[in-house]
Nanobody, 116 residues
């Protein structure tokens, strides 16, 4: 059974930092490109945030987070991270990791409220 479990969220003040963790089981993250998404309050749709590609570890970012967020992977721990710096109130959301291609195996998400 494939499962993704996000953690590391919590209340943070504007300008602060958090590192989110996505622990995978049942499938090796090293074999897949991995994404982070977020769902902002009041929005039904998830917004793509970042991707790390499976073979090259090349990363891609949404314009709104580029230069502030960093996606990385620890294959030995079967874990994907999202380092978030200089957080702003507009980053307030529930953050999810997933496999880039379907089936995505969405986790339950981790909440990141950013106070001004």
């Amino acid at each position: 059974q494939v499962q993704l479990v996000e953690s590391g969220g919590g209340v943070v003040q504007a300008g602060g930092s958090l590192r989110l963790t996505c622990e995978a089981s049942g499938r090796s993250v090293s074999d897949y490109s991995m994404d982070w998404f977020r769902r902002k309050p009041g929005n039904q749709a998830r917004e793509w945030v970042a991707q790390i590609m499976k073979s090259s570890n090349v990363t891609h970012y949404a314009g709104s987070v580029k230069g502030r967020f960093t996606i990385s992977r620890d294959d030995a721990k079967n874990t994907v991270y999202l380092q978030m710096n200089n957080l702003q109130p507009d980053d307030t959301a529930v953050y999810y990791c997933c496999f880039a291609l379907p089936p995505h195996f969405w986790g339950q998400g981790t909440q990141v409220p950013v106070s001004s």
